[in-house]
């Protein structure tokens, strides 16, 4: 069974009175401060996957510890986004425990994780987002309200920490509370474990974060806001030489697919240095645009360069994005989590790239079939992830 180390959440909350109900039956184990909980309906699910002949066994490096927000969702949808100082009604309303470092991780459950949680407990307001669902353009809109008071590193005990790092594989961090991440991100790097980073948006702190980084997801604006390349492709070959510890980064483009730059084990610098921008024009010319599921072009092993940016040695790959009929496409929220997650368990899987991106697609593809972040993320054994487990 997949084992999830607990999440260290970088909002505090001064109760589980938020939570679905689905979360009720839960365990509890008291820690300084702290409180752990599992939910038990998750691990009932995973015995069923398991127990599937036609699936591989788990990844045998599959402790995943995150570091990220809890928070809760009010979605609401609506037949189509109001003008400035209408009055309409919602069509439907659901109340989720859906924050995005949270969502990340429930999906790593979804694929055959038992996850379980540390809660830092404090009197305060805990965060929580207004989602407005819009039914004709099928696109959400967030206003999100921060908790009170903040995470801070000395609510992080040692006993805590070392205790989550000790099996842990692999570490998630969304960009919260930088200091507090940054406490966790410098241990695990001692410990040499692997860090991915969720870089959706330029935050405080998070160039210290993407310092230790061994792989990095980025929304589809982050790459040039954060090097100010005059392209995505070019800004993703200045990522990999502004951060050396880096082997990978994604960026995900929505219902473009994405693009991910690998750096190369082997050192390239002999071979003739190839353009990003034409590499990228090459790889598409090779996408079948009469496909619908998700599939992944890759580039050989080259010196990829950047005008006036420089060269690494790497790979290139052009993920497509499943396409989603308009009759079954509900709801985008949580659609880059799905995505994350799955990558997360990629890794841990040792899936290639070729087939780690379109497993990811497809995914959050999944997940924008229910409203909400989780309520169409697939199983393990879901029949649409069969031709991944080959």
């Given at each position: 069974?997949m084992?999830?180390?607990?999440?260290?959440?970088?909002?505090?909350?001064?109760s589980?009175?938020?939570?679905?109900?689905?979360f009720?039956?839960t365990?509890s184990t008291?820690?300084?401060?702290?409180?752990m909980s599992s939910?038990?309906?998750?691990?009932v699910?995973?015995e069923?996957?398991?127990?599937?002949?036609?699936l591989?066994?788990f990844?045998?490096?599959?402790?995943v510890l995150?570091?990220?927000?809890?928070?809760?969702?009010?979605?609401?949808?609506v037949?189509?986004?109001?003008?400035p100082?209408?009055?309409?009604?919602?069509?439907?309303?659901?109340?989720?425990?859906?924050?995005?470092?949270?969502n990340?991780?429930m999906?790593?459950?979804?694929?055959g994780?038992?996850?379980?949680?540390?809660?830092?407990?404090?009197?305060?307001?805990s965060?929580?987002?207004y989602i407005i669902?819009?039914?004709?353009?099928?696109?959400?809109t967030?206003?999100h309200?921060?908790?009170?008071?903040?995470?801070?590193?000395?609510?992080l005990?040692?006993?805590?920490l070392?205790?989550?790092?000790?099996n842990?594989n692999?570490?998630?961090?969304?960009?919260?509370?930088h200091?507090?991440?940054?406490?966790?991100?410098?241990?695990?790097?001692?410990r040499?474990?692997?860090?991915?980073?969720?870089?959706?948006?330029?935050?405080?702190?998070?160039?210290?974060?993407?310092?230790?980084?061994?792989?990095?997801?980025?929304?589809?604006?982050?790459?040039?806001a954060?090097?100010?390349?005059?392209s995505?492709?070019?800004?993703?070959?200045?990522?990999l030489?502004?951060?050396?510890?880096?082997?990978?980064?994604?960026?995900?483009l929505?219902?473009e697919?994405?693009?991910?730059?690998?750096?190369?084990?082997?050192?390239a610098?002999?071979?003739e240095?190839?353009?990003v921008?034409?590499?990228?024009?090459?790889?598409?010319?090779?996408?079948?645009?009469?496909?619908?599921?998700?599939?992944?072009?890759?580039?050989?092993?080259?010196?990829?360069?950047?005008?006036?940016i420089?060269?690494?040695s790497?790979?290139?790959?052009?993920?497509?994005?499943?396409?989603?009929?308009?009759?079954?496409?509900?709801?985008t929220?949580g659609?880059?989590?799905a995505?994350?997650?799955?990558?997360?368990?990629?890794?841990?899987?040792?899936?290639?790239p070729?087939?780690?991106l379109?497993?990811?697609?497809?995914?959050?593809?999944?997940?924008?079939?229910?409203?909400?972040?989780?309520?169409?993320l697939?199983?393990?054994?879901?029949?649409?992830?069969?031709p991944?487990?080959?």
């Open positions: 069974m084992k999830l180390a607990p999440i260290l959440p970088c909002y505090n909350s001064h589980f009175s938020f939570l679905p109900r689905s009720s039956n365990k008291t820690l300084p401060r702290a409180e939910s038990s309906s998750w691990a699910e995973m069923k996957a398991a127990s599937s002949p036609s591989p066994p990844p045998d490096k599959r402790v995150g570091c990220g927000a809890v928070s809760v969702d009010y979605l609401a949808t037949a189509s986004f109001p003008q100082d209408d009055k309409i009604r919602s069509l439907s309303l659901k109340v989720a425990d859906d924050a995005q470092g949270r990340v991780l999906e790593l459950q979804a694929d994780v038992d996850a379980s949680h540390i809660v830092v407990a404090k009197e305060g307001n965060p929580f987002t669902v819009d039914n004709q353009t099928k696109t959400r967030c206003i309200t921060p908790g009170y008071p903040p995470m801070l590193p000395e609510d005990t040692k006993t805590s070392f205790s989550a790092l000790e842990a692999l570490v998630y961090f969304d960009g919260r509370l200091e507090t991440a940054l406490v966790v991100a410098e241990e695990a790097s001692q040499k474990i692997p860090i991915l980073i969720d870089a959706e948006r330029k935050r405080e702190g998070l160039d210290d974060l993407l310092n230790l980084a061994t792989f990095v997801v980025c929304s589809k604006r982050f790459p040039q954060w090097t100010t390349a005059s995505t492709p070019a800004a993703l070959v200045s990522m030489l502004r951060l050396p510890n880096l082997k990978f980064v994604i960026v995900t929505g219902e697919g994405s693009i991910m730059l690998e750096r190369s084990v082997n050192d610098s002999e071979k240095e190839t353009d921008e034409s590499l990228l024009e090459s790889l598409k010319q090779n996408i079948d645009a009469s496909a619908t599921t998700p599939m992944c072009i890759s580039s050989k092993s080259l010196r990829i360069s950047a005008d006036g420089g060269a690494v790497g790979r290139l790959f052009l993920g497509t994005a499943e396409v989603i009929p308009p009759s079954e496409l509900v709801d929220t659609a880059g989590d995505f994350i997650g799955a990558v997360l368990y990629g890794i841990c899987a040792g899936m290639s070729e087939k780690m379109p497993f990811a697609a497809q995914v959050a593809a999944a997940g924008c079939r229910a409203l909400g972040a989780r309520s169409g697939p199983w393990r054994a879901d029949p649409r992830l069969a991944f487990w080959s």
